[in-house]
């Protein structure tokens, strides 16, 4: 995987998880808010309208003033928003929380306002609760104690257990009860109050449970609002990468159709940009054996007519020839023609080989400058007439070795040099160099050369230039295309230029020294 794609996804992968992640919490601070708001007017709501409803709450419940910010007081002397008066006109109860708590209103009978200041409500209305309530048991008989409790559990909102009902608490709890005359405490998730009245007796306040941020209401819509981020993300990048994907489908039913020049657009930093330039490449590829095919196929055609009409014409002139001169020099004829039919199918089977794919080369290490020599006596010796000279200097020598495929790179040479022997006026001069990285090899002739307009045209399949190179000079126009495609899987080039010493063509042969060194997976 390319490290520039790699860092690309990590960011957005980082980007979508922060983004989820801060729309989680501004999403849980804002529920929360509105839950909490909620939850502690409905918490408190019993409490502040026991007091409200009191016909003296500050005679009655004197102690309030001391230990907690209790008043009551007219609803116009205490500077009031219009929305908590209109609440408050409502008969509601007003959580209003600050910095020291929260600040608990409600309105009363006369038009007076009864104000709460607490630090910690759920603790602090439990103690408040357990104390009205014994102050009110105190004050009862034992007779009407049952009756004051079911009103106070009524008034109060909390559940009252008397001594024998339920286990005694912890040994430090009592302590405190004994020390204080009450003690909070949370048992199983609950606040509990447990209350000594004034005869010894002990009464256990449970009031309902806390406020919980993490309620399974607040957790699913935190899953359900990270599972839409996540899905709308991953349906937006999966519309991308389809809208590659059809692209790429659009382009192969073009193809399919006969558009061989369709093309993807391999836009970079997208997902399939190597899916694209791979079918870009296969599809040139394509294009090029088509193109390759269509000219071989006319090519062939018309390059088997002649040997094929020559060999017919001799046939036929076999049978009205009336010596063993004359009928041997038919037979000679026909057997020049089934040669050249027999060279020119070798020719295109090896260029057909190396177009489609090529042959499987088995690059292994051997004397380039052995394999010049060689060619060059070989040479020599078909064409005595010319001076065929292979030059090699002392550090091609020491460097001779090199990975190739003997075979080809033999018939590559080999090519050239009959190729330049078949156009010299009488010299062939053969330049191997070789150094640390790459091997090159020259083959000049004094013949006419080629026009430098010309010079990659002779690489083409079938192509023959006009004038000083004809059909009259052999060859069938595959022999410099063979080389071209051998040094490509060679991994090199093969190109013509102009001879500076002989003056005619100079056809090079560059392809690296050594194979690369594949990467271990």
């Not at 009191?54 to 910010?69: K, T, V």
């Not at 039913?253 to 997208?270: D, S």
């Not at 390059?303 to 063993?324: N, S």
């Not at 045209?457 to 079938?462: C, H, P």
Request: aromatic share 8%; charged share 25%; proline share 4%.
């Amino acid at each position: 995987m390319p490290l520039k794609f790699f860092l690309k996804l990590y960011a957005r992968l980082a980007g979508l998880t922060a983004l989820v992640t801060l729309l989680c919490i501004v999403l849980f601070i804002g529920v929360n808010s509105v839950r909490s708001q909620f939850w502690h007017e409905r918490f408190s709501e019993p409490l502040m309208r026991w007091l409200a409803h009191s016909p003296a709450p500050e005679q009655q419940y004197h102690w309030l003033f001391s230990q907690y910010d209790f008043s009551v007081t007219q609803a116009g002397r205490k500077p009031l928003s219009p929305v908590i008066r209109e609440r408050l006109g409502y008969g509601q109860v007003v959580a209003v929380e600050g910095r020291l708590g929260y600040r608990f209103l409600i309105a009363g009978f006369h038009g007076d306002a009864t104000q709460l200041r607490l630090s910690q409500p759920y603790r602090d209305i439990a103690i408040v609760s357990a104390q009205i309530l014994r102050q009110h048991l105190d004050s009862a008989s034992p007779e009407e104690r049952k009756r004051v409790v079911e009103r106070l559990t009524a008034g109060l909102g909390v559940d009252v257990k008397e001594h024998g009902q339920t286990a005694l608490p912890h040994d430090e709890i009592l302590e405190r009860v004994y020390n204080r005359g009450l003690a909070f405490y949370f048992d199983n998730g609950q606040g509990q109050v447990l209350v000594q009245l004034a005869d010894g007796e002990l009464v256990q306040v449970v009031l309902p449970a806390p406020f919980d941020p993490w309620a399974w209401p607040v957790v699913l819509l935190l899953l359900m609002v990270s599972g839409s981020v996540l899905a709308l993300s991953l349906v937006l990048a999966l519309r991308g990468l389809d809208r590659n994907l059809r692209k790429v489908e659009s382009v192969a039913v073009r193809i399919a159709r006969g558009e061989m020049g369709a093309r993807v657009e391999a836009n970079k930093g997208t997902t399939v940009s190597r899916l694209a330039v791979a079918f870009n490449g296969m599809a040139e590829h394509i294009q090029r054996l088509v193109n390759v095919q269509r000219e071989m196929i006319h090519a062939v055609s018309h390059e088997l007519r002649t040997p094929v009409a020559r060999i017919r014409f001799g046939v036929q002139m076999i049978e009205d020839c009336q010596g063993q001169e004359a009928l041997q020099k038919q037979l000679d004829g026909i057997d020049g023609d089934i040669q050249e039919l027999d060279e020119l199918i070798d020719e295109i089977l090896t260029y057909a080989r190396l177009e489609q794919g090529g042959p499987v080369f088995a690059l292994e290490e051997a004397s380039v400058t052995n394999i010049v020599r060689q060619v060059v006596s070989e040479q020599q010796r078909v064409r005595p007439a010319l001076s065929i000279e292979g030059e090699i200097d002392e550090t091609t020598e020491s460097l001779g070795l090199a990975d190739v495929e003997p075979r080809y790179i033999h018939r590559a040479i080999q090519n050239l040099v009959g190729n330049a022997g078949r156009y010299a006026s009488g010299r062939v001069l053969i330049r191997c160099q070789i150094d640390e990285d790459h091997c090159r090899v020259d083959v000049e002739d004094d013949g006419p050369g080629i026009p430098e307009d010309e010079w990659e045209k002779v690489f083409t399949a079938f192509s023959r230039l006009d004038d000083s190179r004809t059909r009259t000079s052999g060859g069938y126009g595959l022999g410099l295309s063979i080389v071209r495609r051998i040094l490509y899987w060679h991994n090199g080039q093969a190109f013509v230029s102009r001879s500076n010493d002989l003056g005619g063509a100079r056809f090079s042969l560059v392809w690296p020294r050594k194979k690369p060194i594949e990467p271990e997976l």
